[in-house]
Every structure is written in C-alpha cells, then in structure tokens.
C-alpha cells in the first residue's frame, strides 16, 4: 500500500512539474524588421532615373556604375555576361552605334519585404544606323532585379531585355 501512495505521489509530482513547465513564458520572439519597401522602391525608382539619364547621354563609365560587380547582363540573340569587363566591352559597342538614342521608361518597381531584394519593369525605344547606314528602330521590354548592397546602396543584379519584335 506504501507503495501505490509513493507511486501516485511521484505522478503527481511529475503532472504538476509538467503543467508548470508549460506555463513557463516563451523567450521573446525578436521584433519584425521595419517595412522599408516603400523607400526602397522609391530609391530604386530614383536609381533608375538616373540610369536612364547616362544611357541618354551615351555616358558608359556612369552607367556601369549602377551594375553590382557580380551583375549579370541577359542581351537579345547573345550569351549571358558577367562580369565588369565583359559588361564594358558590351555596352561601349552598344554607345559606339552611329547615331543611336535610346528612351527608357519605368513601369513598376516592387521591393520586397525582406529589404535586400527587388524588381523594375519597363520599356525602351532605341534607334541607331546599323552598318550600311540604314535607320534601325527597336521597341522592347526589360526587367531589372536590383539587389542591396552591403552599403545600403542598390545596385542591378540581373539585367535582362528583348525586342517586341
């Protein structure tokens, strides 16, 4: 009989050390990162102007400038490109076309909640002569996948854009 009540007692113990240890609080869950996706979008939009500006302008060195050095270029009927030296090479030829112009529109910018993350849709219209001198018209489409560096900065990670036709 001692030995159902020693029995019973030690349940008990262990019910009431469980019930207790349930109730316990919880470590504190770290706050949520504020939501900054408004003035990154607002950052990137105001980046992407001023990207547009130098490619206006035929300025390489200033439209380099907004690649991340890991960046990727995706150009129409070409290889992908990576690198600093192959995105220079690129984009100087592409500057050096007789006559060319170009017109970069922005159509959405999302960021995403993470902060470090973010997209840009749009359009160009750029004309050049090619090399018998006959006028060339292109109408197209790109998307731009901006990444945060670590200096808070913004910078394009892939860059990709095609011809409508």
């Known amino acids: 009989m001692q030995r159902l009540f020693v029995r ?3 349940v ?3 019910v009431v050390l469980a019930l207790f240890a349930g109730c316990a609080p919880q470590p504190a869950q770290p706050p949520a990162p504020p939501d900054t996706r408004a003035a990154d979008e607002a950052a990137i939009k105001a980046a992407a102007t001023d990207w547009a500006k130098a490619t206006e302008a035929k300025d390489v060195e200033k439209f380099l400038s907004f690649y991340a050095d890991d ?3 995706y150009p129409p009927g070409a290889p992908a490109m990576s690198g600093p030296d192959a ?3 690129f984009w100087t030829e592409v500057f050096a076309l007789p006559e060319i112009q170009a017109k970069i529109t922005t159509a959405k ?3 995403a909640k993470s902060g470090d993350i973010a997209y840009e849709l749009g359009t160009f219209e750029e004309s050049f002569k090619d090399k018998k001198g006959k006028p ?3 109408v197209g489409k790109y998307v731009v996948v901006w990444k945060k560096q670590a200096s808070g900065q913004w910078k394009a990670f892939a860059d990709i854009f095609n011809a409508n036709q």
């Open 87 to 89: 995105r220079r090479k």
């Open 71 to 73: 960046a990727t270029v």
């Open 109 to 111: 910018v999302e960021a």
């Open 136 to 138: 060339v018209n292109i």
């Open 8 to 10: 019973v007692g030690m």
């Open 12 to 14: 008990a113990v262990i």
